[in-house]
């Protein structure tokens, strides 16, 4: 049975620009036409701005077309009549939870839609148990809203929808802000609603394994429909998905390379798992293991030293929490390092300490060797010299231009207008923004457009640390391959600092040199990449992860193989898998 119908759907997003009152029109959904059968489960993929959040929003009626309709279950979500009853039949879970949190307490706030539906009492405290224990959130019931970490609001936003029951949930990067173990977390729920309760999933991300287990899979492009079938069928399409800017299973991707090198491997192992079994019965001809020197740290220049850091949120309340605690930490000149741990582990909190955001409840913070709480310093100078580009960058853009935008911070630093023009000019130049953009509205740049002229509002403070938090969240493949490019370009070209917070084990793998490791507010674990990294079995059970190559050579090895386990690039892999493998 067809529970969505989407026929000859257009949208059209029209801009106004104030000064010459022209308006433009962007086409986001073009002519698509699709049919979802109740209880499949349906994964859309794309890059940023093929549309894929447009269509989102038509679904459950947020969003009405310019041309054609969506019927849900037969009713037109055209007709405002008809609306109460869409909206229960499908639940949406946004991006960004900040959109969706309504409460002051997370039970009051996942019971917020079950109560709108005038449930029963008691059938209401049944749904708020089953959404908080399907996103693992029973012990946050009573927890102020305010004081979770952006991925323990994504769980709450999911629980509330979970708590209606609808029919339908469409769900747009539901895992942007989770760490490895509550995406899995939360794609295994989707998958036992889908199977177990017949509820239709529609599924937008970025993570292609979140979609191999997908009934269907869609890929979306300027606005269309390109590709549509079983996953596995639209992932063998590897040049084509590689040209849409989106990425294959790593898995998928190895076996590709590997075929180019000579290799005639079967194309149809989608997770790392089934590759190190398709790998072990072809066979190795011998087996490597490659010793890489962990580097001695030398006498550095050092810029940021955290010692006996605790910080307690509410303190003397019911709500009192420790946040971090015993913290020492120290950052040199030219580090790159990673911070990583599950979501709530305290990461943002930390990095807030770096610039006297938040000052601790006890301990110390030195820059530059100098305490800054101390002789009453002032905070101004400490921030200009550590810059933070917090989560979703773009909502730190406020000017009517890109041009005044970037020049905000260094006009309130009271520079000279030519030092001012000197600045913006270069930090818009070193994200690669060039002059045609001056003049735009920030607000009407690509999401990875907007990052990097957020990026270029701190760049032109010329800090001499840069923290970036989750920076890569929501964007494709694509764009965070190309914003992590830009960053390693910065350290390179400025010699910044800089500290990357994320919970991709990928990212953090490729670029960083060190990486210090937060669980439940204490240090788990801090040093060299490869130090950090050899340590799988812990890291998985603190919810994280180890880089998927990584993850490929830990498996052979736990099946008698002695490979180097610190491998955590797709062209490395493959060159050692071509070197041992037997041809087949």
């Not at 447009?54 to 054609?68: N, P, Q, R, V, Y």
Request: aromatic share 8%; with cysteine; charged share 25%.
């Amino acid at each position: 049975m067809k529970f969505l119908q989407i026929k000859n759907l257009s949208f059209n997003y029209v801009s106004h620009n104030e000064e010459t009152g022209e308006k433009t029109s962007y086409k986001a959904i073009d002519n698509i036409s699709l049919d979802i059968e109740e209880g499949s489960f349906v994964a859309i993929l794309g890059h940023n701005g093929s549309g894929k959040s447009t269509l989102a929003k038509h679904l459950s009626g947020i969003l009405k077309g310019h041309e054609g309709e969506v019927l849900v279950e037969g009713l037109s979500t055209t007709d405002e009549k008809n609306m109460w009853d869409i909206r229960k039949k499908v639940g949406m879970v946004f991006q960004n939870p900040d959109n969706q949190i309504v409460a002051t307490i997370v039970e009051d706030d996942v019971a917020f839609g079950a109560e709108n539906l005038g449930l029963e009492r008691e059938e209401i405290k049944k749904r708020i148990d089953f959404g908080l224990n399907a996103v693992n959130m029973q012990d946050f019931r009573h927890s102020t809203t305010s004081n979770l970490s952006g991925g323990q609001k994504q769980r709450i936003a999911i629980a509330g929808i979970l708590a209606m029951e609808p029919k339908c949930i469409v769900l747009d990067e539901p895992t942007a802000m989770l760490d490895p173990r509550g995406r899995k977390e939360v794609i295994e729920t989707i998958k036992k609603l889908n199977k177990e309760k017949g509820i239709t999933i529609v599924l937008i991300t970025h993570y292609m394994e979140e979609v191999i287990d997908a009934d269907r899979l869609i890929i979306m492009e300027k606005g269309k429909v390109v590709l549509d079938d079983i996953p596995l069928n639209v992932f063998k399409n590897v040049e084509k998905i590689k040209e849409l800017k989106l990425d294959v299973p790593e898995s998928m991707e190895i076996i590709y390379n590997l075929n180019k090198k000579g290799h005639n491997i079967p194309l149809d192992s989608l997770s790392i798992e089934d590759l190190a079994k398709k790998l072990i019965n072809i066979g190795f001809n011998k087996s490597i293991y490659e010793h890489i020197e962990n580097n001695i740290e030398q006498e550095q220049e050092e810029k940021i030293k955290l010692k006996d850091i605790k910080y307690i949120y509410s303190p003397k309340t019911v709500f009192e929490k420790i946040a971090l605690d015993n913290i020492n930490l120290t950052i040199n000149k030219g580090d790159f390092l990673g911070i990583i741990g599950h979501t709530g582990s305290g990461k943002s909190t930390l990095i807030q300490m770096f610039n006297a955001l938040i000052k601790p409840s006890f301990g110390q913070v030195y820059i530059n060797r100098e305490e800054i709480y101390s002789n009453n310093k002032p905070l101004k100078d400490i921030r200009q010299k550590v810059g933070v580009v917090f989560q979703y960058p773009e909502y730190q853009l406020f000017e009517e231009t890109v041009y005044k935008d970037v020049a905000f911070a260094p006009i309130n630093m009271g520079l000279s207008k030519e030092e001012v023009d000197k600045r913006v000019k270069e930090a818009l130049n070193t994200v690669f923004i060039d002059e045609s953009y001056y003049n735009k509205s920030p607000f009407e740049l690509s999401g990875g457009e907007k990052r990097r002229v957020a990026i270029a509002g701190i760049l032109a403070m010329k800090p001499e640390v840069l923290i970036f938090d989750e920076l890569t969240a929501g964007l494709d493949p694509y764009g965070r391959e190309e914003i992590l490019s830009q960053i390693k370009y910065m350290q390179q070209k400025l010699d910044t600092t800089i500290v990357l917070v994320s919970h991709s084990m990928d990212d953090v793998s490729k670029t960083c040199n060190k990486v210090f490791v937060l669980n439940n507010g204490n240090m788990a674990l801090n040093g060299m990449v490869t130090q950090v990294f050899e340590n799988g079995k812990m890291l998985e059970s603190i919810g994280l992860d180890i880089p998927k190559c990584s993850k490929l050579f830990h498996i052979l090895n736990e099946n008698g193989f002695n490979f180097n386990t610190n491998i955590f690039t797709i062209d490395k892999c493959v060159d050692i898998l071509n070197k041992t493998l037997n041809k087949c």
